[in-house]
């Protein structure tokens, strides 16, 4: 019979002590938007007395994503009924006390005997829309302790806590049937040269199907004939295909599954303009910290299942959360993953304060493997003015994020130009560009906390900060890079792009240490911009400048709404273009000295700023980099 399902391996979660005996759930496998019978297998190595308390946690606490939501313990006869037996009795559990996805289990008199298992059968539960790999369930013995923080309410991942794990068993959440079908190309190709184009099937949450492609997958483009070479990707249900095009010219490439076409980003074939645009996601993650998927899964989902160039983690420095171990791990993985030429890794973590005293969440990203990571809760560097000079000598950047975020925003009192380059303007809670009422067309939403009004990138660029944007995930489910819709708004990860000379460690580096950066909203749309013929990201002195020539292309996935240009945080022009590829120019004539903003503490000259924000007709959008003015 021919394989439809691709089931990959089940890997044992990190928190999980190697101690513990991990059992595999029956059925192992359950498909995402649907219900399931569940039979859980936890194997007591200790004997528990009748007087001690078990936990059993379904879902929560930091790490253990998977939410089944309508699990109950009132009615055997409803869905989401929960029973739990021993011995072929049945054993007594409550909720009472305990947080949403974890339950109280009472040993039987006698106790509970070294050697024997605990079952549990969950009927007809939900297993909610998100494909989950190695989904687990977790007995512990006894109380359980939060760790300090502002999170401490949910949290019950710190290392007391993991030793008092008696049983794991786990089990696989996975995409169902093939209902979309994304093609993903590189942005830049020569002439006649091989690229490959990723097809990825979806189901229709936006889940990585776990369908295998077994129709004749066609590949066409109006322009061109095209030869292709089609292999499956290794570990995945996605493939790639090898094609080339012959001119010069924008293509974007159809792949027919079936009776259905699906078209890629727009793919720019040229001899050589100098520049590549390469896309990468650097802020997600893993379960290093609070998030999902193992850190060699993030790098294959980047690289192999959403066709991205280059790739950083991002997950906390806490030590309760991140241990020493956990960071030599991440270290080795980002050098393991780092292909030069195919695909691009740097070593990354989140400076995560948590205080919203205004010192925000800084990213912090490395060019050379193998680096400290300073925490922010250890003491020795509480504040951005201590991270600054602990990387005083290191080859780093500094990337703050959800900046006006209510729960954590940054005050931009503290900056260091050297290191703070770039700044995440969107992510998947929304655009911290600017305010609503201020023209976001993406904002914030999902939080309990209403947003810090002078906390977004415009407040920081009106301060005289100088620096380029980024698209960031702050994925914590496992699907970074993807397009898979978080929350109320729908919104999705963000992209970055870089305008790079190689893609290498160092033409990465480079692009963003000097903000040849754009950020979007997921979407892989081309924008590129000269203000007299200096590239996004430049400083331009006022005597090089009498007017200043705005040159913009661009190249969408969708028809264009609007491209506006923004001056120290006004839009002074909105295009007339229309259609999904224009290029144009247009002229500010104002007198530089009237455009001149005063020096600030962090601007010793005056200085203006412009960027490019373009919107289309599917609401995607893209920002490029600011082009600096600055004073006489």
């Not at 066609?218 to 990707?233: A, H, R, Y």
């Not at 007299?532 to 292309?553: A, V």
């Not at 002229?587 to 490019?612: G, H, N, R, W």
Request: with cysteine; aromatic share 12%.
């Amino acid at each position: 019979m021919r394989k439809t399902i691709f089931i990959p391996d089940f890997e044992k979660p990190i928190r999980i002590p190697a101690k513990v005996k991990m059992e595999i759930a029956q059925p192992p496998v359950a498909i995402a938007g649907t219900k399931i019978t569940l039979r859980l297998k936890f194997l007591i190595l200790k004997y528990i007395g009748p007087e001690e308390i078990l936990k059993l946690q379904i879902f929560g606490g930091r790490n253990n994503k998977g939410w089944f939501s309508n699990i109950q313990l009132d009615n055997p006869k409803e869905d989401g009924f929960i029973l739990v037996k021993y011995n072929n009795v049945q054993l007594k559990v409550s909720q009472k006390n305990n947080p949403y996805g974890m339950l109280t289990i009472f040993p039987p008199e006698g106790g509970i005997k070294a050697g024997k298992n605990i079952y549990v059968i969950m009927r007809n539960v939900d297993v909610g829309t998100i494909r989950f790999l190695n989904k687990f369930f977790v007995l512990y013995r006894d109380n359980l302790k939060s760790p300090e923080g502002p999170h401490k309410a949910e949290s019950v991942w710190n290392r007391e806590n993991q030793k008092k794990i008696l049983a794991a068993c786990m089990m696989h959440i996975l995409g169902g049937e093939i209902h979309n079908i994304k093609t993903y190309g590189p942005s830049d190709v020569f002439p006649k040269k091989k690229f490959s184009l990723l097809i990825r099937p979806e189901d229709k949450f936006h889940n990585l199907s776990s369908r295998i492609l077994n129709k004749k997958i066609e590949v066409f483009c109006e322009k061109t004939g095209l030869k292709k070479q089609i292999k499956k990707v290794k570990n995945s249900t996605c493939q790639q295909v090898k094609i080339s095009v012959n001119n010069p010219g924008v293509y974007r490439i159809t792949v027919k599954y079936g009776t259905q076409e699906f078209i890629s980003n727009p793919i720019i074939c040229s001899e050589n303009k100098g520049f590549n645009l390469y896309w990468g996601m650097i802020h997600a993650h893993t379960e290093m910290s609070d998030g999902a998927g193992t850190i060699d899964y993030y790098f294959h989902q980047l690289k192999n299942e959403a066709g991205l160039d280059f790739g950083a983690p991002g997950d906390h420095d806490h030590l309760w959360e991140t241990t020493d171990k956990m960071w030599k791990k991440t270290c080795k993985t980002v050098k393991k993953w780092n292909y030069e030429e195919r695909f691009i890794t740097f070593p990354g973590y989140e400076w995560a304060k948590w205080r919203r005293n205004g010192d925000g969440d800084r990213n912090v990203y490395y060019y050379h493997d193998n680096r400290p990571m300073y925490r922010s809760d250890e003491g020795c560097y509480p504040d951005p003015q201590a991270l600054f000079t602990a990387l005083k000598n290191e080859k780093s950047i500094i990337v703050p994020h959800h900046t006006a975020h209510g729960g954590n925003f940054c005050d931009w009192k503290d900056h260091n130009a050297q290191k703070e380059r770039l700044i995440e303007i969107y992510q998947e809670r929304g655009s911290y560009e600017c305010s609503e009422k201020d023209g976001n067309p993406v904002p914030e939403c999902e939080s309990r906390w209403k947003p810090f009004e002078n906390g977004y990138a415009i407040n920081a660029l009106i301060a005289g900060w100088r620096t380029g944007f980024t698209g960031g995930g702050d994925d914590h489910i496992s699907h970074a890079g993807t397009d898979f819709p978080r929350g109320t708004c729908n919104y999705k990860d963000g992209l970055t792009g870089v305008f790079a000379k190689t893609l290498t460690r160092e033409g990465i580096w480079k692009a963003l240490w000097n903000r040849k950066t754009i950020a979007t909203t997921g979407a892989r749309i081309f924008l590129y911009y000269t203000v007299n013929d200096k590239p996004l990201g430049s400083e331009i002195y006022g005597w090089e400048t009498k007017t200043r020539r705005f040159h913009i292309i661009f190249h969408g996935t969708d028809n264009l709404d609007r491209i506006e240009i923004i001056r120290n945080g006004r839009i002074i022009y909105v295009s007339k273009e229309e259609g999904i590829d224009t290029e144009f120019l247009w002229e500010d004539c104002d007198p530089v000295q009237k455009i001149l903003l005063p020096p600030t503490k962090f601007s010793k000259e005056p200085f203006a700023f412009y960027y490019i924000r373009a919107v289309q007709k599917n609401k995607e959008v893209v920002w490029a980099s600011p082009v600096w003015i600055l004073g006489f």
